[in-house]
T-cell receptor, first 115, second 113 residues
Framework: DVKVTQSSRYLVKRTGEKVFLECVQD?????MFWYRQDPGLGLRLIYF???????EKGDIPEGYSVSREKKERFSLILESASTNQTSMYLC??????????????FGEGSRLTVL | GESVGLHLPTLSVQEGDNSIINCAYS??????FIWYKQESGKGPQFIID?????DKRQGQRVTVLLNKTVKHLSLQIAATQPGDSAVYFC????????????FGKGTHLIIQP
């Protein structure tokens, strides 16, 4: 069974803390993505990666960075957490490009609260 | 930019009835559409997709209809079951890579016994 695993389901952090959200997929997918999900706003793309050590900004990259040192792992980093980054964070992976074999497989989500 | 919206934030149906969830998109260049189901506390799960060269596609108990003229798509769920209770949202892809995929806000489907 295909799997995208987000290591932390619930986190509570303080303003200014550095936060790491880890995501691992076991499907040998090339593409990995980080979204945030907020009520009334839908999913918004933060960063994505089509290959190891490669990263691209999505629609809302400000305040975030990412790391992809290995094909199966894609980390989202909040260098200095702020209260407006309180959200549900969803990691996803896909085998191919959208419109070709672009099915996204999502993790269970990491709910981050910044106090 | 693209906007994708669902007509109703909440839809309540009787168990056994058919459910219809609607979605509108704004970009006429969108050529690939996906429906996702998200159960409480879980990540979104792919249900069905459709390309712009089709106007209907069927899966197991689900049908997606695409009307490109009015930029509208719908998800029909036959004989709704308690396990269908979830948030459903559509996504539209207009090309250009990952940032060409725009998600709608979601409709919460509630099943009445």
């Amino acid at each position: 069974d295909v799997k995208v695993t987000q290591s932390s389901r619930y986190l509570v952090k303080r303003t200014g803390e550095k936060v790491f959200l880890e995501c691992v997929q076991d499907m040998d997918h090339e593409n990995m993505f980080w979204y945030r999900q907020d009520p009334g706003l839908g999913l918004r793309l933060i960063y994505f990666s089509y290959d190891v050590k490669m990263k691209e900004k999505g629609d809302i990259p400000e305040g975030y960075s990412v790391s992809r040192e290995k094909k199966e792992r894609f980390s989202l980093i909040l260098e200095s957490a702020s209260t407006n980054q309180t959200s549900m964070y969803l990691c996803a992976s896909s085998l191919g490009q959208f419109g070709e074999a672009g099915e996204l497989f999502f993790g269970e989500g990491s709910r981050l609260t910044v106090l | 930019g693209e906007s994708v919206g669902l007509h109703l934030p909440t839809l309540s149906v009787q168990e056994g009835d058919n459910s219809i969830i609607n979605c509108a998109y704004s970009n006429s260049a969108s050529d690939y559409f996906i429906w996702y189901k998200q159960e409480s506390g879980k990540g979104p799960q792919f249900i069905i997709d459709i390309r712009s060269n089709m106007d209907k596609r069927q899966g197991q108990r689900v049908t997606v209809l695409l009307n490109k003229t009015v930029k509208h798509l719908s998800l029909q769920i036959a004989a709704t079951q308690p396990g269908d209770s979830a948030v459903y949202f559509c996504a539209a892809y207009s090309g250009g890579g990952a940032d060409g995929l725009t998600f709608g806000k979601g409709t919460h489907l509630i099943i009445q016994p």
